[in-house]
């Protein structure tokens, strides 16, 4: 079924990848959550239409031989990456915290959809580290590139093609 559910991800980690490790310095599991740009559907030829809309997909892979081979411990906040991955579900319980009265609350039968990669590459590294400038944010009402960031480190090669 990972041919039906294969999703391209072109995005920049919004916070460092939370790595977990066993007694002997092992990967167990990464977790990444990137920023990126999706289209709100497509037609028939399968062409992204559609207004841009911001997401904050998170990448979460189990596997230790793909944690070393991409070198995901090495990824930082601020880095873009290419990721090609499945989208999956997991049932959990969620928990949030009631910012008016502080009361802890959970939902016992949540799910979470992530995609589990199967290739993650990092293209870019931090923005602002070397440029200066800082890195772009997107918002619902903004989603344009401002003009000072190079086409060849705000976008991936051919957009039409990304999709998230």
């Not at 949540?110 to 997107?138: C, H, L, Q, W």
Request: proline letters at 7%; a positive charge; glycine letters at 4%.
């Amino acid at each position: 079924m990972a041919r039906e559910n294969t999703v391209y991800l072109y995005g920049r980690l919004i916070a460092d990848p939370k790595n977990r490790m066993d007694k002997e310095n092992n990967p167990i599991s990464s977790r990444m959550i990137l920023q990126t740009l999706r289209r709100s559907y497509a037609n028939d030829e399968m062409i992204l239409q559609g207004k841009i809309i911001p997401d904050t997909p998170i990448v979460i892979s189990r596997n230790p031989e793909l944690i070393e081979r991409m070198h995901l411990s090495e990824l930082e906040k601020g880095d873009f990456v290419y990721v090609k991955g499945t989208v999956c579900t997991m049932e959990t319980r969620k928990r949030y915290i009631c910012p008016r009265c502080g009361h802890e609350n959970v939902k016992q039968e949540g799910v979470i959809v992530y995609i589990d990669p199967i290739y993650v590459r990092k293209t870019e590294n931090d923005f602002k580290m070397r440029s200066g400038a800082s890195i772009p944010a997107f918002c619902i009402t903004c989603t344009s590139v401002p003009a000072k960031f190079s086409a060849a480190n705000a976008e991936p090669s051919s957009p039409a093609n990304v999709i998230a």
